[in-house]
């Protein structure tokens, strides 16, 4: 049984550029949530999908963008990035009382 | 707003000793409480789950204690093995609508040395 699975692992973008990160839940999962980690802290959540819709926000502002499709996998977007926007990005999947994490996105920005 | 603090941010032990790593958090309000590992570069894996209603969870080697009247938990490692070296963070479930997040503290960096 595939867990959480994440794509690209790595990868380098420009200020300005735009980028988007992909993410399949665990099986039988129909909940995503993605949270961004910059080196040295602790994940911050950014948003989580439920039934296609964004049911919940962090702090974060609308450079910021997601989609859930009907096979429960997910897409988070940024939009003119910024140095700033340099972390991991994890998504993870939840059941009922569970919650598993992928092994996140790498991502750059020069 | 949540926060989550975790002392110490890093910690260096010789093998085999038993280890207390401290999380506290400001509101009272959540429904459970976790424990996970990280290992450089990569993502998080659950070691522990405390519900909301319980006061300690085991697993192995890995004990949690939750408090919530006093917003702290605590994670207890036993017989500590250089295996065990890793980033250990604490993340609070709280509720917001139909939604539930995760508020994690900055994480204790363990090491253990052989």
């Known amino acids: 049984d595939a867990g959480v699975t994440q794509s690209p692992t790595h990868l380098i973008k420009t200020r300005g550029q735009q980028v988007t990160l992909r993410c399949s839940p665990k099986?039988?999962?129909?909940?995503v949530s993605w949270y961004q980690q910059a080196l040295g802290q602790g994940p911050q959540f950014i948003f989580q999908?439920?039934?296609?819709?964004?049911?919940q926000r962090g702090n974060f502002p609308d450079r910021f963008s997601g989609h859930q499709f009907p096979n429960y996998s997910s897409e988070l977007n940024v939009n003119a990035l910024l140095l700033g926007d340099s972390a991991l990005y994890l998504c993870?999947?939840?059941?009922?009382?569970?919650?598993?994490f992928g092994e996140g996105s790498w991502l750059t920005v020069v | 707003k949540q926060e989550v603090t975790q002392i110490p941010a890093a910690l260096s032990v010789p093998e085999g000793e038993n280890l207390v790593l401290n999380c506290s958090f400001t509101d009272s309000a959540i429904y459970n409480l976790q424990w996970f590992r990280q290992d450089p570069g990569k993502g998080l894996t659950s070691l522990l789950l405390?519900?909301?209603?319980?006061r300690e969870q085991t697993s192995g080697r890995l004990n949690a204690s939750l408090d919530k009247s006093s917003g702290r938990s605590t994670l207890y490692i036993a017989a500590s093995q250089p295996g065990d070296s890793a980033t250990y963070l604490c993340a609070v479930g709280v509720s917001s609508g139909s939604a539930r997040q995760l508020t994690f503290g900055s994480g204790t960096q363990l090491t253990v040395l052989p």
């Open positions: 405390i519900q909301s209603s319980q």
């Open positions: 999908y439920y039934e296609e819709e964004e049911r």
């Open positions: 993870a999947s939840s059941g009922m009382n569970t919650i598993y």
């Open positions: 099986s039988g999962h129909d909940t």
